[in-house]
């Protein structure tokens, strides 16, 4: 569905990918993993053209993509939950959710996807008219995907859904994305949190400093040696 | 003071509050998109009061055809000046943009004088707003009277886009976060072009009002209101709509309050506006309706 080719990101001086390759399959969870500064926000911003790459190709279902606005690429379905949750602080929880709706026209269809939102997150509906910078910080993180649910995405792109939350909203999280998966979604997974991220992964990468250095099945990523020891913790 | 004058005066004040609102907020919504002063917004308004002028002089339009073409061929000039003098700037720093701001602003001036000459112009008022009402011992002009009621309706209107539309809720999703904005699919330059083109809009309907109370003309006309709506914005905290009416009101009745207290102080009327800003910037240097900006500057 999705295929990055030698896709090259620099800011200014700065190298930050360096000709990576990736693939998203159809219907599958695939996860990009990595240290900080590794350069995964940077991969997830140039798919959605935020960053501008500076070689390469991106690929979504056979038609290049590259460089192109942002908004072509939320009206081709391509939906990306931005890390540190972005909401609109000024704005409250109902307008967020229909502003992830902002290019569907289908009124029917956009409050059967309100309601599905608030069926995953009951939370947001007991908080519709809270201005979305007073919600608590998994709150936030609730409304960001919910508010790309709202875009209805074909590929769902996040990055550090669990970032700053307690162990038990992660699970919640993790919980909903695999619920969201069953539903057939594709989505594109960036973690710090790499054991959750394996766990649910059909596929997963590990980039270093811009660069791919290790990929597999997310199991297999699981229990490779230097996956362990680099992003699990754990030491043999 | 008789309570006839006092009337008489907050009659005044009121309206030429509703000018100094209406123009705020064309200064207060750029701001709050672009974070930039908008210093040609001055001009923009003097362009709307020539454009309504040449309207009915030269190509004989009646009133309302001249008024309704200005208010729009105005919004285009503003969505143009944002095009040619701001948009190539955005991710440049802001000093630059803010430069291209004064740029644009004396550029606008200069063409003026060459376009329409400085001798000043003499705005031609139709009967109907000429007219003096008298409500018991009180006569005032009918401007006078229009001036705030349309001013509400504007307001009105204005609150409806920006509270209860999908394009008002845009704006306000990009005035806080561009890329965020971005991701939900919103074309960021039309709703920039949008805001200035709606601050436009509204200074060319202050203009024309203002042509109406004060009907004389020349190209440096917007350069002292100019810098009053300013104020007005940053007095009700610059980036926020209701601040701007605040400021406007509060400016507007100063004004007038002083001239009426005493003759003596009329010739102060300007300073007050200045004085009133230094007062602000020192005890609440956000406005009176501003957030504390730690949010996104
Ligand atoms: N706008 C920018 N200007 C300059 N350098 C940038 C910019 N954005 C990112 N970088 C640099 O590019 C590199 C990759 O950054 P990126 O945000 O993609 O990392 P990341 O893998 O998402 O890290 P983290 O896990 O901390 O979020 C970093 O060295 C970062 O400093
Ligand atoms: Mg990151």
């Known amino acids: ?34 240290a900080n500064g590794a350069g995964k926000s940077s991969t997830l911003k140039s798919i959605m053209g935020l960053a501008k790459a500076s070689g390469g190709s991106i690929k979504f279902n056979g038609e290049d993509i590259v460089n192109k606005p942002t908004t072509n690429m939320v009206s081709k379905g391509l939906v990306l939950v931005p890390e540190g949750r972005r909401v609109f602080s000024n704005l409250t929880v109902e307008e967020n959710l229909f502003l992830g709706a902002y290019l569907r026209k289908n009124k029917e269809e956009i409050t059967k996807d309100l309601n599905w939102v608030y069926e995953l997150f009951p939370r947001l509906k007991e908080r519709v008219w809270q201005k979305a910078g007073t919600l608590s910080g998994g709150e936030q993180q609730m409304l960001a995907v919910g508010r790309a649910l709202m875009s209805k995405p074909k590929l769902l792109m996040m990055d550090e859904p669990s970032l700053g939350l307690a162990p038990l909203i992660v699970k919640d999280i993790f919980g909903i994305i695999k619920e969201i998966h069953r539903n ?4 594109l ?7 959750a991220a394996l766990e649910v992964a059909d596929y997963g990468y590990v980039l270093e400093t811009g660069s791919i250095t290790l990929e597999g099945p997310g199991k297999e990523l699981m229990v490779n040696d230097e996956v362990q020891k680099a992003y699990l913790g754990e030491h043999k | 003071m008789s309570f006839q004058t006092f009337l008489q005066h907050l009659v005044n004040g009121i309206s030429l509050g509703s000018l100094y609102a209406l123009l705020a907020i064309g200064y207060t919504m750029v701001y709050g998109i672009l974070r930039l002063i908008n210093f040609a917004h001055g001009d923009i308004f003097m362009l709307a009061t020539y454009i309504a002028f040449y309207s009915i002089t030269t190509f004989l339009l009646p009133w309302w055809a001249a008024f309704l073409i200005a208010i729009i061929l105005t919004a285009l000039l503003g969505i143009l000046l944002e095009r040619a003098a701001y948009r190539p700037l955005r991710n440049s720093p802001r000093i630059s943009i803010m430069i291209s701001a004064i740029g644009a602003s004396f550029l606008i001036e200069n063409l003026a004088i060459v376009f329409f000459g400085g001798r000043p112009k003499a ?30 309706i504007a307001l009105v209107i204005l609150n409806f886009i920006v509270n209860k539309t999908k394009t008002g809720m845009a704006m306000r999703a990009v005035s806080k976060d561009y890329d965020a904005a971005k991701l939900m699919g919103i074309n960021i330059n039309h709703i920039i072009s949008f805001t200035f083109g709606t601050g436009s809009a509204l200074a060319a309907i202050g203009g024309i009002m203002w042509a109406l109370k004060y009907p004389q003309l020349i190209p440096l006309m917007g350069v002292m209101p100019g810098l009053k709506f300013f104020i007005a914005a940053v007095i009700g905290g610059i980036g926020n709509i209701k601040g701007a009416v605040l400021g406007g009101f509060i400016l507007g009745l100063g004004e007038i309050a002083i001239v009426a207290s005493s003759p003596a102080l009329s010739g102060y009327r300007d300073a007050f506006a200045f004085i009133l800003l230094i007062i602000i910037l020192l005890v609440k240097p956000t406005g009176l309706l501003g957030q504390n900006s730690a949010e996104k500057v």
């Open chain 1, 189 to 195: 997974l960036i973690e710090q949190n790499a054991k």
């Open chain 2, 123 to 152: 705005f031609p008022i139709a009967p109907i707003f000429s007219k003096i009402v008298r409500i018991g011992d009180v006569s005032i002009s009918i401007v006078t009277i229009i001036i705030p009621i349309i001013t509400v």
């Open chain 1, 1 to 34: 569905m999705l295929t990055i080719n030698n896709l090259s990101v620099h800011y200014g001086g700065i190298h930050a990918l360096k000709g990576i390759n990736l693939e998203v399959p159809q219907n599958k969870i695939v996860t990009l993993i990595g």
């Open chain 1, 184 to 187: 057939g979604m594709t989505i």
